[in-house]
């Protein structure tokens, strides 16, 4: 069962983080033009942040793919347009539901995150780092864009009826 990304938040984000780098890179020219240089590379580097997630954000929208696919071996989780992470209904542990600014995440905590970890390219071990760094689980749904967010839940419980989903406190 495959489970899609509204694009029309997608694409809403696209929109503000593009505004976002209109918005900064002006300050950092600003910043630039009135020789405040640590000013203008900290606007520069936001810029590039912002260029990042608006581009992939547009590669999301215009893609057709999932965002997850539930099959009857693995949970299939595409963090990247490009690349996926499969995951077998047998390592998670626990789902922990989390959120952070009003973006509502699903936690996956998984029995060997190493194995899985082992099989990301470079960027996608870059980002499951900085989630574990800031004490969260390596792999998440976002949920907040998730179109089908009830059968999704449902899924996974049918799926591994053993885990349930804790919610973390303060949220929903």
């Avoid at 780098?21 to 520069?44: H, I, Q, R, S, W």
């Avoid at 347009?81 to 600014?101: A, M, T």
């Avoid at 390219?121 to 004490?135: H, Q, W």
Wanted: charged share 20%; glycine share 6%; aromatic share 16%.
């Amino acid at each position: 069962m495959d489970f899609y990304e509204s694009k029309r938040n997608l694409r809403f984000l696209a929109v503000f983080c593009m505004v976002l780098v209109l918005f900064f890179g002006g300050f950092a020219y600003l910043a630039f033009t009135e020789e405040e240089f640590f000013m203008a590379v900290f606007f520069f580097l936001f810029t590039l942040l912002m260029i990042w997630v608006a581009r992939q954000s547009v590669q999301k929208a215009v893609g057709h793919g999932p965002y997850v696919t539930t099959t009857s071996s693995h949970l299939i989780l595409y963090v990247m347009p490009d690349e996926k992470v499969d995951i077998r209904w047998e390592d998670i542990l626990d789902y922990l539901f989390y959120e952070i600014n009003g973006n509502e995440f699903l936690g996956l905590k998984l029995a060997n995150e190493e194995t899985y970890t082992a099989m990301m390219s470079p960027k996608m071990k870059r980002l499951a780092g900085l989630n574990a760094k800031m004490g969260y689980p390596m792999f998440n749904i976002n949920f907040r864009h998730i179109t089908e967010k009830k059968q999704l839940l449902e899924e996974l419980d049918r799926r591994n009826p053993n885990v349930t989903i804790q919610f973390e406190e303060g949220s929903i």
